[in-house]
């Protein structure tokens, strides 16, 4: 249940940050994808009633237990370090212009 709920949560939204509210690495990469100007879903598992299963559903299909953990236009991108190094090596804003959740500038 918690699977295909969190796999279509992903195939709903171009991108998605499964987080916990108190997480700083989660806060981290929500910032960075507001400072962007994305528009993302995020889904804070420690406020969700099935948040510990859709954790666990998570970690047997991405092999990652630990939040954020962040997917663009469908794929698995990972966490915090993951985020922010594709941000850092300028691969993540075409990936989200790409997924349409940042406009693209004309």
Known sequence: MASSKAKQIVQ????V?????????????KKLLD???ATYKA?????????SEIQAALAE????RTV???FI????IGGCDATTDMHNQGKLVP???ESGAIASKS
């Open 12 to 15: 709903a939204n171009s991108v």
């Open 17 to 29: 940050v499964f987080s916990k509210s108190y997480c700083p690495f989660c806060v981290t990469v």
């Open 35 to 37: 400072d962007l100007g």
């Open 43 to 51: 889904m804070e598992l420690d406020v969700e009633s099935d948040g």
């Open 61 to 64: 299909w991405t092999g990652q």
């Open 68 to 70: 954020p953990n962040v």
């Open 73 to 76: 236009g469908g794929k698995h």
């Open 95 to 97: 990936l989200l212009t």
